[in-house]
């Protein structure tokens, strides 16, 4: 996700660069001044924004609130696929039970979803 608005930035950076090196036209005057060049620059920004970026906040934002909400029998599944109960937090890690007297330790970042709280709420993440 990173690199493809990495892509575009500097692709809409080279856009602008050229429209500004192509100056005014041979009659003299540039037709609508030099803000008529930068209009769809920020068009293109606002929905770089709106479509890209402004989303990817706010799943991270809340892929963080649910890190920092991971409490002891939480049932998780991690990125890699592997299901378990919390049995205990750490700062940057969680221990989990995955099967009878087998327990492993990942990171916290690496927790991808609360499959069910202790509460017994079912929070599934899809995508």
């Known amino acids: ?9 500097a692709i ?12 005014p036209s041979p009659g ?7 803000f008529a060049l930068f209009v769809p620059l920020l ?6 924004y709106l479509f890209m970026i402004r989303p990817a906040q706010k799943k991270q934002k809340e892929k963080d609130r649910m890190l920092k909400a991971l409490k002891k ?6 990125t890699g696929g592997i299901y378990g109960e919390i049995q205990q937090v750490k700062d940057n ?19 991808g979803a609360i499959v069910a709280s202790k509460g017994g709420d ?3 993440e899809e995508g």
């Open 12 to 23: 809409l950076l080279l856009t602008a660069t050229n429209a500004l090196a192509m100056g």
């Open 28 to 34: 003299g005057q540039a037709e609508g001044g030099g």
């Open 43 to 48: 068009l293109m920004v606002a929905v770089l």
């Open 93 to 111: 890690t969680v221990i989990l039970r995955v099967a009878d007297n087998v327990k492993i330790e990942v990171q916290r970042s690496s927790v």
């Open 1 to 9: 996700m990173q690199h493809s608005v990495k892509r575009i930035g």
């Open 73 to 78: 029998g939480d049932r998780i599944v991690t």
């Open 122 to 124: 079912s929070e599934s």
